[in-house]
């Protein structure tokens, strides 16, 4: 895409972006959780690593304004997808691959929802009147329990993930 897209063709492609992103956030949370619970689930993994890759690899088809903090964000997510993938899909998640695919999970969930906070703030007007420019309290506050949160879950998953066969 470029700066060449149509407003109305920009407003439908943001939606759609934000719709997978979404998709993404819900199944990747169900995703987790199912792994500190034991219950993987082959339809939500697959679910949550696609559309967590089609948020990054989307998100770089919107008109480009320069190296911002969102093009550096969507760079280490496909980064991070990448071992992530080849630990469930080529490696079977065999021995150091398990931890491998937990930890990029739970990163690739992280980096979803820091996005999905900070677009949060810039775009709910009562989000963005409490931290307008981002440097405020309630932003830091916000971001700093999701990346807690997201540790809290990290742990627990990589400790509780024992997939009964090679194959999630």
């Given amino acids: 895409m470029t700066c060449a ?13 934000v719709a997978i992103s979404l998709v993404a956030i819900m199944s990747g949370f169900v995703v987790v959780f199912n792994m500190i619970g034991g219950t993987p689930s082959k339809g939500w993994t ?3 690593l696609w559309t967590t890759l089609a948020t990054s690899v989307t998100g770089f088809m919107f008109p480009f304004k320069g190296f911002t903090p969102a093009v550096g964000t969507g760079i280490v997510a496909l980064i991070v997808l990448v071992p992530t993938l080849v630990a469930l899909y080529a490696k079977k998640l ?10 990029g999970a739970v990163i690739s969930l992280y980096l979803n929802v820091f996005v999905l906070v900070v677009q949060s703030f810039l775009k709910i007007p009562a989000l963005n009147a409490l931290a307008p420019t981002q440097k ?32 999630a």
Avoid: D, N
């Avoid at 897209?5 to 972006?17: E, K, N, Q, R, V």
């Avoid at 065999?94 to 930890?103: C, K, N, S």
């Fill in 5 to 17: 897209m149509s407003s109305s063709l920009l407003g439908a492609f943001t939606a759609f972006h």
């Fill in 136 to 167: 405020e309290p309630p932003f830091a506050i916000a971001q700093g329990a999701a990346f807690l949160l997201l540790v809290v879950l990290g742990v627990l998953a990589t400790r509780k993930y024992r997939p009964v066969t090679a194959a």
């Fill in 46 to 48: 697959t679910t949550f």
């Fill in 94 to 103: 065999a021995g150091f691959w398990r931890p491998t695919y937990v930890i």
